[in-house]
């Protein structure tokens, strides 16, 4: 069974634009998280959507969304773009919840110059 | 603000012994907790997950909680040097959502 895939994996933006980087979970999985991983922060939850749904929410601004489609393939958009948004995008995907087990992708690295 | 605290170590242990990694927060409230590895450029991976008071054992991994004392613990056993990595804490939202609050870890060298 393959497993999390992440498209790009490495990602060079300027400040102000906005960018979109994708998931796609295990087959059959309905669960995707992302997360935000920098030197500075950690590990930070961004979001977690379930059938299409944003079920869950970390603490970030509204420039960070995202959604899921049918498939449960994810999405995430951020926009205007800061310095400080340079980081690893993690993504994960569960059966059904995120607390019981998950499965994280390689992640997309961004740079934001 | 929620706070996750882990010693960033490095945790030095020889081969075979028990490595112990500790974790305290701050919400009370908080109900659900989970250990994950992440080896040195790679992603994370979920090892345990623990909800109630007490000990939970896995292999050679036992998470150990105590809510009054608001800490978690992650001991190792028989610990070997594929264990070398940076093992995160994660604390759960009060409530049933999944909002986790990551320490910034520990680094565990196991040396032969």
């Known amino acids: 069974k393959a497993g999390v895939t992440q498209t790009p994996r490495y990602l060079i933006k300027t400040r102000g634009q906005q960018v979109t980087l994708s998931c796609s979970p295990i087959?059959?999985?309905?669960?995707v998280s992302w997360y935000q991983q920098t030197p500075g922060q950690g590990l930070q939850f961004l979001f977690e959507y379930f059938s299409e749904t944003q079920r869950n929410k970390g603490n970030f601004p509204g420039r960070f969304s995202g959604r899921q489609f049918s498939n449960s393939r994810s999405e995430m958009n951020v926009s205007t773009l800061e310095l400080g948004d340079s980081a690893l995008y993690l993504c994960?995907?569960?059966?059904?919840?995120?607390?019981?087990?998950?499965?994280f992708g390689p992640g997309t690295r961004l740079l934001v110059l | 603000q929620k706070e996750v605290e882990q010693n960033s170590g490095p945790l030095s242990v020889p081969e075979g012994a028990i490595a112990s990694l500790n974790c305290t927060y701050s919400d009370r409230g908080s109900q659900s907790f989970f250990w994950y590895r992440q080896y040195s450029g790679k992603s994370p991976e979920l090892i345990m997950f623990?909800?109630?008071?007490g000990d939970k054992e896995d292999g050679r991994f036992t998470a150990q909680l105590n809510k009054a004392s608001q800490y978690v613990s992650l001991l190792i056993r028989d610990s070997q040097p594929s264990d070398s990595a940076t093992y995160l804490c994660?604390?759960?939202?009060?409530?049933?959502?999944?909002?986790?609050?990551f320490g910034r870890g520990t680094s565990l060298i196991v040396h032969p």
């Open positions: 994960a995907s569960s059966l059904q919840l995120p607390q019981e087990t998950q499965y």
């Open positions: 623990i909800y109630s008071n």
């Open positions: 994660a604390v759960n939202e009060p409530g049933g959502s999944y909002i986790p609050t």
């Open positions: 087959s059959g999985h309905r669960s």
